[in-house]
């Protein structure tokens, strides 16, 4: 991968983790209290609409680096963070898809594949974290 193709990556994945943490926060964590009992913050329907906007990016950036970085590894047999890149791999493709379920209205388990979804994401954001920054 070129610097430029590297740092796009990096500065998306810490725009869209920053984006999800807040969003994860004002979810299910900070709300606030009326009469009629808990409520959400009106920001936390901003983090969701700037979560939705932005994770296509990060699926664009992905289509790129697969292209660029993971099948060139995967045909040249290359074993240097093979396990934490299968991962990433892994949970990339499940939150695409748990993702896309969240959205479907007519989807029964939609609150469970929300827990699925943010939990993978943060496995995730620690894998990539290990697989990108440790030597």
């Known amino acids: 991968m070129t610097k430029g193709q590297v740092r796009l990556t990096k500065n998306l994945t810490h725009l869209n983790v920053a984006i999800s943490l807040a969003y994860l926060l004002f979810r299910y964590f900070i709300k606030k209290q009326t009469p009629f009992g808990e409520e959400s913050y009106d920001i936390q329907k901003v983090f969701q609409y700037l979560h939705?906007?932005?994770?296509?990016?990060?699926v664009f950036?992905?289509?790129?680096?697969?292209y660029v970085h993971i099948s060139p590894k995967i045909i040249s047999g290359s074993k240097k963070k093979l396990t934490s890149g299968l991962y990433l791999l892994t949970a990339f493709v499940v939150m695409?898809?748990?993702?896309?379920?969240?959205?479907?209205?007519?989807?029964v388990g939609v609150s469970?594949?929300?827990?699925?979804?943010?939990?993978v994401g943060g496995l995730w954001v620690v894998i990539f974290y290990l697989h990108v920054y440790k030597k």
């Open 52 to 58: 939705i906007m932005t994770v296509p990016l990060l």
């Open 61 to 66: 950036i992905f289509g790129l680096v697969w």
């Open 96 to 107: 695409i898809l748990s993702g896309y379920l969240i959205q479907m209205p007519f989807f």
């Open 112 to 119: 469970l594949v929300g827990v699925l979804h943010s939990i």
